[in-house]
């Protein structure tokens, strides 16, 4: 099964984008910041709204994003993903 993945590609001038807790954007915001560049996992999609699982980067492990704020992107398909087939426990 393909996992579907997002880069972050807003926040550069605030040190990333914002994550809650929750879907609502009432819900409590996590102390720390999604970073710039961070590669996230999709858990779900509502809306414009992702539960993410980072996959690498900096910032809370998971929550909810928003996917575009004001009509500027925050998250984006990735230009190019490898996928790391075989070499099981004989190192690849």
Known sequence: ???SVWEVVGG??????L???????SSSKCPERLS???LVQ???????????RRLAG???IEGWVARRVAGKAL???PACLWEVVGGGGGGG
């Not at 550069?12 to 984008?17: L, P, S, V």
């Not at 999709?42 to 993410?52: A, F, I, Q, S």
């Open 1 to 3: 099964m393909a996992l």
């Open 12 to 17: 550069g001038d605030a040190g990333g984008i």
């Open 19 to 25: 994550v809650r807790t929750g879907r609502d954007t």
């Open 36 to 38: 710039t560049g961070a």
């Open 42 to 52: 999709e858990l779900e999609c509502e809306g414009d709204r992702v539960r993410y």
């Open 58 to 60: 900096a910032g809370p």
């Open 75 to 77: 998250l984006q398909r």
